[in-house]
């Protein structure tokens, strides 16, 4: 089945403890994207990638680093978490940026509380 | 730049027509999307539209296009409890600039009740 997979779904962590949360698409997508889903709002552009070893930032990349080193990987990393990042993590792939009559395919999404 | 905006909350009975809008700025978007997120799930493409067309419809579901407005709409016809969900509108934009990418609305959680 054609997917994006996110890993842990749920994750409580506590104030300066590095944490990866791990994204896999078996679709040989090019394109790969982290958002952050907070309440009022909506979707928020933390980093994409265009190809592999090919990263670059998005609307609200603070806090946050990526890396592509295989194309169906697409790990998020917080190195220092802090409470501002508690939030619905969500990671999207596609053929291309801009989608085309597929749009993006969605993870189910992680959801990260730092206390 | 880019800018996509929905209204954020709509309520009806089910049996009832539900319509959700957004309007966006990007004169140049070749695709235009609705996703449904259903409570903890990630997001669905639901149906989409190119920006060559007026109308689409697909089962119960069918989206208007005014690209002179830039106005999108999608009507779910005998809206049911299951359809309750937030529904986010979304653009394919800068389709000429080559960096382009699909720009969200904030999302319109459609209430249905019994």
């Known amino acids: 089945e054609a997917q994006v997979t996110q890993n842990p779904r749920y994750l409580i962590t506590v104030t300066g403890k590095k944490l990866t949360v791990t994204c896999s698409q078996n679709?040989?997508?090019?394109?790969m994207s982290w958002y952050r889903q907070d309440p009022g709002l909506g979707l928020r552009q933390i980093y994409y990638s265009m190809n592999v070893e090919v990263t670059d930032k998005g609307d609200v990349p603070e806090g946050y680093k990526v890396s592509r080193k295989e194309k169906r990987n697409f790990p998020l990393i917080l190195e220092s978490p802090s409470p501002n990042q508690t939030s619905l993590y969500f990671c999207?792939?596609?053929?291309?940026?801009?989608?085309?009559?597929?749009?993006?395919?969605f993870g189910s999404g992680t959801r990260l509380t730092v206390v | 730049g880019e800018d996509v905006e929905q209204s954020l909350f709509l309520s009806v009975r089910e049996g009832d027509s539900s319509v959700i809008n957004c309007t966006y700025t990007d004169s140049s978007s070749t695709y235009l999307y609705w996703y449904k997120q259903e409570p903890g799930a990630g997001l669905q493409l639901l149906t989409y539209i190119f920006s060559n067309m007026d109308m689409k419809q697909d089962q119960r579901l069918t989206v208007l296009l005014n690209k002179k407005d830039k106005h999108l709409s999608l009507r779910i016809a005998d809206t049911q409890t299951g359809d309750s969900a937030i529904y986010f509108c979304a653009e394919s934009s800068g389709a000429y600039s080559g960096y382009s990418t699909l720009t969200f609305g904030k999302g319109t959680m459609l209430l249905v009740s019994p």
């Open positions: 999207a792939s596609s053929l291309s940026r801009r989608g085309t009559y597929r749009g993006y395919t």
């Open positions: 679709m040989n997508h090019e394109y």
